[in-house]
């Protein structure tokens, strides 16, 4: 895998997706103290038990794909990555599920099952032209 250097994505309130150790992310959520309930992004409220006792974990890198399918239009800015690509969702340890890209599947999307490993990826510049870095996963 190689190390990437950028801007992590951020979610609707500005927070970034994920961080970086030594070139390697790992996804922020948050857990409920209240019930153990994880989701990511992160959020303040407890989406099961509605308390407001979430605090930020980083998440496990690997998981299964949970489900899967192939994008043949590109979302827009500042995604600039070529189409098609394969997207859908991972399922953690956790028993959080993480909506991604699948790095590397071109128009196969990876069977429900497979074992992918999280990393970071260039997918676009910002308005002053550093790379910002998107969460995606590849097969083990
Ligand atoms: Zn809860």
């Known amino acids: 895998m190689a190390t990437q250097e950028g801007m992590p994505l951020t979610d609707v309130n500005g927070s970034p997706l994920f961080t970086l150790k030594n070139g390697k992310p790992e996804l922020i959520g948050t857990k409920c103290r209240n019930c153990d309930t994880v989701v990511f992004p992160k959020r303040p409220q407890?989406?099961?038990?509605?308390?407001?006792?979430?605090e930020e974990i980083l998440?496990?890198?690997?998981g299964k794909v949970f489900s899967s399918t192939?994008?043949?239009q590109a979302p827009g800015a500042p995604f600039d990555g070529e189409v098609p690509y394969s997207i859908g969702n991972v399922e953690?340890?956790?028993?959080?599920?993480i909506q991604s890209r699948f790095s590397g599947s071109g128009d196969t999307p990876?069977?429900?099952?497979?074992?992918?490993?999280?990393?970071?990826?260039?997918?676009?510049?910002?308005?002053?032209?550093?790379?910002?870095?998107?969460?995606?996963?590849?097969?083990?």
């Not at 998440?59 to 690997?62: A, E, G, N, Q, V």
């Not at 953690?92 to 599920?97: A, F, H, I, Y």
């Open 92 to 97: 953690l340890p956790e028993q959080v599920l």
């Open 59 to 62: 998440l496990s890198t690997r």
């Open 70 to 72: 192939v994008l043949y």
């Open 46 to 54: 407890c989406p099961k038990c509605f308390t407001e006792t979430m």
């Open 110 to 140: 990876y069977p429900i099952g497979t074992e992918v490993e999280l990393q970071a990826e260039i997918c676009g510049k910002d308005e002053a032209g550093n790379h910002l870095l998107m969460h995606t996963f590849v097969k083990v």
